[in-house]
């Protein structure tokens, strides 16, 4: 069948104005001397097509600033990622340490989680935050789209794992990524991509930038469509991205982000572990029935102000307004419309304390969000009678403080705390005699850390930190249920040590952690067997390792890899007692094998292994099989700008499990809670940079 094409909004006033006037600012920086005191670089003036002085964040830049934290954070180059498909966040951050993602069908929406953060929700994120140039793209009540972030749209990526991420305006138990622009300084003048391959996959992109003197502008056209390795799975999408910036003088920047997205899916749904294994393409029967789908649009305008007072300081101020329109047929309709706008004020200072190098940062963010809900029975995928319609309102305001101070040359002890208060309202319009589902609730939190970073050389860092996190419910799981008490928010105490190493040859990035959640957000049922809907747990435990590596070394090989090994459990709980948690696979392996003697071509077999796929349901009855899918990379460069790949993925056409439902007790027999991975595929690219 075909889908729906809705067509793209004229663009807002507001945004050409500012587009002609706005790029954020990057602090003079105070780089250490051996004593540990600041040496304060001279400004270097830069002009025409080079990165300028004062511009937006340089990639050695960001890298140096999250290798400060006392913490585990890890930085992604988007080149990384385009030698291959580029059709999901998996093809984006699979290789990222620590970082679990895994598509649902071969399609965008995707299983996002850092150390078991939304284990609950197998769609639509939680449990992060998600930026786009510092700027969130959740909406105010902590959910986020999937289909709102382009990959080939990031020159790289920002990551923070755990709960240290409070530069990045993040308190939840899994941390913050930030996909961060090209802009007219840093990416080519011209940028032409085609992708095509199996499951009737076609993407293209086009993207130009341009700069001068104290001007530049970036803009991304992207659009994509495939009929999906399942049936019902097709999918379609059109992206813009652009930004624009202008330097007004040498102490003040500013800069405009416009985004637009017009994303259209069938959901092919879940399937048995029988059928997934006898029939992986097949579509669940009740979502061809009712046409299940997720189709919305999304514009978002959001700007930037950067300003340095003084040397060694910076203030960045940061709005941000975004428009949704959500048609979502699945066993019922939804039908929602939101608005959501934030203003994010920052400030840092490099200076000496006590004749040592010191850095203080200092934020406060504010964000609400309103949600009109309409909600109608499925006839066919059209809407049917209405049963229910929800007015909500979600805010969020939060402050947080920092502060970094060198001990000594190589000691950097790092005490920070964040202020937290949330509100999420909704009234139930339509009773009508019905139960009234109405709900107004306020949550507070403060959260304290404290870390220690040592550098052991030039090279190495080790680092420790206890923290605490907070994370309030979204309305998903405040809406609908059949409790009559609206749940609390999860609160966790972390606890990390950590080392990370980068070499010529050699990079590692290995993390320990063990995080205490008191009240986490999960889906249970009580002693007797009956639904709860999402409740508070009692005590949980997730703790586990990280580990992510690239060597180099002789005959032209690189080896890189990602391992997770995750242990979430309950602790000690009436019902449950110490069962394992569904959701993710307690191992996880990524690695890549290249060789590359010249740029013109490489060669990269690959593998994904997970030998246990872990339980399904918190009771712990039936568990999902484990898998080791194979693929291989070929590409390299073909002169005057031109690059090529041809992407082979589960060479050996095996049927796997990518994916399952997280169910409360599946009472040990085989339900529809399985997602098939893809079949044998192959994809082939080209790109031309200018």
Sequence with gaps: ?????????????????????????????????????????????????????????????????????????????????????????????????????????????????????????????????????????????????????????????????????????????????????????????????????????????????????????????????????????????????????????????????????????????????????????RAAPDSVAQDQRRDFRLDRIAGKLAWSPMEGASVTVSLFHAAKSLHHPIFQVLDQDSRDDGIDLRWRSEGTLAGRRNVLSAGLAHARGSLDDRRHANVGGAPGAPTNHFDQHAANTSAFVEDQAWLAPRWVLVLGAQAVRSTRRSRDLQVDGGRDESFDVAYASFNPRIGLRFDADAHTQWFANLSRSAEPPSFGELSGGPGVTPVDQQRATSAELGMRTQRDALSLDVALYRARIDGELLALDDGEGNPLGTVNAGRTLHQGVEFGAGWTFPRDWTLSANYLRNDFRFDRDPVHGDNRLAGVPPQQLRAALRWSRNPRLHVEPNLEWV??????????????????????????????????????????????????NVVADAGGRDGRNFLPGDGRSLYLGLERRM
């Design 1 to 281: 069948m075909s889908l729906p094409v809705f067509a793209a909004p004229r663009a807002p006033r507001l945004a050409i104005a500012l587009a002609c006037a706005l790029a954020p600012l990057s602090p003079a920086i105070a780089f250490p001397a051996d004593d540990g005191v600041p040496v304060d670089l001279p400004k270097v003036e830069v002009r025409g097509k080079l990165f300028p002085a004062n511009a937006v964040e340089d990639i050695v830049l960001a890298r140096e600033r999250l290798d400060e934290r006392a913490g585990a954070t890890a930085l992604v180059d988007g080149d990384a990622w385009r030698d291959g498909r580029v059709g999901n966040l998996a093809d984006a951050l699979g290789f990222a340490a620590g970082v679990f993602v895994q598509p649902r069908f071969g399609a965008e929406e995707a299983r996002l989680s850092i150390r078991g953060s939304g284990l609950q929700r197998t769609f639509h994120g939680r449990g992060l935050v998600v930026l786009q140039d510092g700027v969130p793209l959740n909406l105010a009540d902590g959910s986020f789209d999937f289909q709102a972030i382009e990959p080939l749209a990031a020159r790289y990526v920002r990551i923070w794992r755990g709960a240290n991420a409070l530069e990045a305006g993040a308190a939840t138990l899994g941390g913050a990524i930030d996909f961060v622009s090209p802009t007219g300084y840093d990416a080519p003048a011209a940028t032409l991509r085609v992708e095509t391959g199996s499951f009737g996959t076609r993407r293209a992109q086009v993207a130009i930038a341009g700069a001068g003197e104290r001007a530049d502008g970036y803009l991304g056209v992207t659009h994509a469509r495939q009929d999906g390795f399942r049936a019902h799975s097709q999918q379609e999408n059109t992206r813009l991205f652009g930004n624009a910036g202008v330097r007004v003088s040498d102490d003040l920047d500013a800069r405009v982000y416009l985004t637009h997205v017009d994303t259209r899916s069938e959901l092919p749904g879940n399937l048995t572990l029988a059928e997934a294994l006898s029939d992986p393409a």
């Design 611 to 660: 030998p246990d796929g872990g339980y399904v349901d918190h009771a712990d009855t039936f568990r999902a099989p484990g898998y080791v899918v194979f693929g291989l990379k070929l590409g390299g460069e073909a002169g005057d700008g031109w690059t090529w790949f041809a992407d082979l993925r589960n060479l050996g056409d095996r049927r796997w499990i990518a994916g399952t």
